[in-house]
């Protein structure tokens, strides 16, 4: 809030009543007609300074909530996004924020460095799917599978791109049997 504000205005209005009792002792004594004058017009003031105290507050208020969105609103984005690729969530689309928010060049820098792993991910499921396993060894091939389905399932791709169909199931099947 606006402190050094409230408190000038808390000074003023102390000061005012302070003078004020002094006219309403001079009224009193040489002009009793002038009274009522004068206390309608502390009345007033005495108003306006709770109004204008009041509406300095609500301002300052909604000013900072709106300030406080503006920063924290990106930020918080951000940490939701790292939270679900943390947990496995490529598929997400980069991350954007309001027009009027703050911190567009962090998240400009933040959806770059997002676009790079993901194609990195992509690169390296490509680079694995192209590893040739001998048809003999079933456990590496059953490992080499799931992998491909792990990192494609990572970044929402169609796992079936990446496998390879056999060129003789015939030789296959005798490795199998034997």
């Known amino acids: 809030m606006n402190i050094p504000v409230l408190v000038l205005l808390g000074c003023s209005y102390y000061f005012l009543k302070e ?16 009274v009522p004058h004068l206390e309608r017009e502390s009345n007033m003031l005495t108003y306006l300074f709770i109004v204008g105290a009041l509406g300095l507050v609500s301002y300052t208020f909604l000013v ?21 690729m943390i947990r496995g ?9 309001r027009e009027n928010d703050d911190y567009h060049e962090l998240i400009d820098i933040y959806n770059y460095f997002y676009s ?3 194609r ?32 494609a399932a990572q970044l929402s ?11 003789n199931d015939s030789k296959l099947e005798s490795v199998k049997s034997s």
């Open 157 to 167: 791709l169609d796992e079936e791109i990446y496998f390879e169909k056999p060129e």
């Open 120 to 151: 990195q991910g992509e690169w390296e499921l490509e680079q694995i799917s192209k590893c040739k396993i001998a048809p003999y060894a079933l456990e590496s091939q059953e490992r080499h599978k799931a992998l491909i389905q792990y990192k």
């Open 64 to 84: 900072g909530i709106r300030t406080t969105y503006r920063l924290i609103g990106p930020v918080y984005a951000m940490k939701r996004h790292l939270k679900n």
């Open 116 to 118: 790079s792993l993901r």
């Open 19 to 34: 003078n004020y009792g002094i006219f309403l002792e001079m009224a009193y004594r040489y002009s009793p007609e002038l």
């Open 89 to 97: 969530d490529w598929a997400q689309p980069p991350l954007k924020i």
